[in-house]
């Protein structure tokens, strides 16, 4: 399909992302060109998609009371020791109330809740709970999209069970994880996925929180930019300096503010301010590589400069990988650099374990190649490929 230029260049990505969503046209809507758009009216309204964004309260640690009682009701945490400068990876709901939280210090939660029970974490029975819970997604969809073990897409909008009714299914899927997992999920509904991953949010632990076609724009006018995809905590700072706290105040910044300010991320927060996410739910994603990355708010001025923040990022990079249980997989070790003048270089090597010297090392023959000031560090790894499939294929 070729269309001709659109009015202007947002309206032609708004309307490419339609395009794409009607007819399962394009992926790569840059390759696409622009003739003038009158497009039918069909393709600017299409039928209202029902996505249901499902996530476990707080998973680990749930599976672990569920399967020792006399834990209920006590504060509960599952990482590493306190001794052994553990981190958190989850903890429940009265750990909470004491202000504990995932990726923090063993040591600092202690302090902060000084009755926190600490678990090891014990991956296969998290991953048997996976399997079971996406096995009762199915009955609902093909298109489920895993995002972790405890998170997934689902795209009903096709689905007869309940009526047809998406609240239905995900107070019927909620109330099935209950009794054959021993786990409570919580779940957002809503026109995409972009609303239906933040209604999810909206009434944890065990309940859920549907946003209707009509309503998307309101939810979305009155949500912090903070909760933007993709909107970390750097960019948040730098759109509350703007005068942007809510998406409502980001509305009237014109596409091309947006772009002048956050480049190619300009176009999306565009759209999402706006409640316009056409992203689909795709059941067969591969999951390729697993990567962590930060711009820094100051240059990086030297090598030493980069050695701490490097750390940080290998940790990060331990639990993200953790957390999609995807160690096994891993079959090469990434290191991404951008510098001042934005000149960007990747560094590789073959490896499956995440070990700190050899991102160490990657990072020194990265630097070599730019020999000034860094803007922004990343680490991943790449999974294989043949395995990769298979990581998601854990919950089958
Ligand atoms: P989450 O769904 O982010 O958290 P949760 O299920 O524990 O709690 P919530 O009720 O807020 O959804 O993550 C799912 C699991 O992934 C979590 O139980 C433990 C693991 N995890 C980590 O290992 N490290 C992390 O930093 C986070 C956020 C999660
Ligand atoms: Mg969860």
């Excluded at 569920?66 to 052994?84: C, E, H, T």
């Excluded at 090469?332 to 650099?337: A, E, N, Q």
Aim: charged content about 25%; aromatic content about 8%; overall charge positive.
């Amino acid at each position: 399909m070729v269309c001709r230029t659109p009015p202007n260049r947002h309206s032609g990505s708004i309307f490419f992302a339609l395009q794409k969503a009607v007819t399962g046209g394009p992926r790569r809507f840059c390759s696409v060109k622009y003739e003038r758009v009158h497009p039918p009216l069909s393709f600017v309204t299409p039928r209202p998609r029902k996505i249901i964004h499902c996530d476990c309260d707080c998973f680990y640690a749930a599976v672990e009371t569920r399967d020792d009682p006399s834990l209920r009701g006590k504060p509960v945490a599952v990482g590493g020791r306190a001794d052994q400068r553990g981190v958190v990876a989850t903890c429940n709901y009265e750990a909470r109330h004491f202000g504990v939280r995932s990726a923090m210090a063993t040591a600092q939660a202690v302090q902060r809740c000084p009755d926190l029970i600490v678990l090891p974490p014990t991956m296969e029975k998290y991953r048997v709970a996976s399997r079971q819970i996406l096995a009762i997604y199915r009955d609902y969809t093909d298109l489920v999209e895993p995002l972790s073990l405890d998170e997934a897409y689902l795209d009903v909008s096709d689905a007869r069970h309940c009526h047809g009714s998406a609240t239905l299914m995900a107070r019927e899927i909620r109330a099935r994880i209950a009794a054959d997992v021993g786990i409570t999920a919580s779940a957002g509904i809503a026109p995409n996925k972009f609303v239906a991953k933040i209604a999810s949010d909206w009434n944890k632990p065990d309940g859920q929180h549907v946003v209707l076609p009509e309503q998307v724009d309101a939810f979305v006018a009155a949500l912090q930019v903070k909760k933007l995809f993709g909107v970390g905590a750097v960019t948040a700072a730098k759109l509350n300096r703007l005068g942007a706290s809510t998406c409502a105040d980001l509305r009237s910044w014109s596409l091309l503010e947006l772009q002048q300010h956050f480049g190619k991320f300009g176009t999306r927060l565009f759209e999402l301010v706006r409640g316009i996410d056409l992203r689909e739910v795709c059941s067969d994603r591969e999951r390729k590589s697993i990567s962590v990355e930060e711009t820094y708010n100051q240059d990086l001025p030297d090598l030493a400069a980069c050695a701490a923040p490097m750390r940080t990022l290998v940790e990060q990079l331990v639990l993200r990988v953790q957390r999609n249980d995807a160690a096994r997989f891993i079959c090469k070790l990434t290191v991404k650099i951008r510098f001042a003048d934005f000149r960007q270089t990747s560094v590789e090597c073959l490896g499956t374990g995440i070990e700190l010297q050899t991102f160490r090392h990657l990072l020194e023959t990265g630097f070599a190649r730019g020999m000034q000031p860094v803007r922004l560090l990343g680490a991943g790894v790449r999974l294989e490929e043949e395995e990769s499939e298979q990581q998601l294929g854990l919950f089958e």
